[in-house]
């Protein structure tokens, strides 16, 4: 999510910074990530990453060990993205990684609601 808003500001995904209601949350490590495919796909796109960023919550690190919630299975790269938001007590994971997380939209994992942005959003848009 963090890459796709400074990737293409034009997305839609901008408006989740503006919810006043909620806490937007990543960890060092999918921070890092973002910030390395930026440079790589739109390094342009560095001082959107870094205002986005500054208006994040950034969580500790949780341990690449650490176990996953029961039920719950991913590649060993993405378990850190999922234990982070657990161990942060979020209560959502936003991702447009469909390769890998695809397969987990619309389900919980450890108090954590796996969903895209754009469902997570039409969510939102529903309960008014």
Not at 18 to 26: K, N, R, W
Not at 120 to 125: A, F, I, V, W
Request: net charge positive; glycine share 10%.
């Amino acid at each position: 999510m963090l890459f796709s808003a400074a990737y293409a500001p034009d997305s839609g995904l901008l408006g989740l910074w503006s919810l006043g209601d909620m806490e937007l949350v990543t960890s060092a490590l999918a921070l890092e990530e973002a910030r390395r495919n930026v440079l790589v796909y739109r390094p342009e796109g560095i001082p959107m990453l870094e205002k986005l960023s500054a208006r994040m919550t950034i969580t500790s690190e949780v341990p690449a060990q650490a176990p996953l919630p029961r039920g719950i299975d991913l590649a060993e790269k993405d378990r850190p993205i999922l234990s982070a938001a657990v161990a942060a007590r979020c209560t959502h994971l936003l991702t447009g990684d469909r390769r890998h997380f695809g397969a987990l939209f619309g389900r919980e994992g450890g108090g954590v609601l796996i969903l895209t942005p754009a469902e997570y959003l039409r969510g939102r848009r529903s309960r008014r």
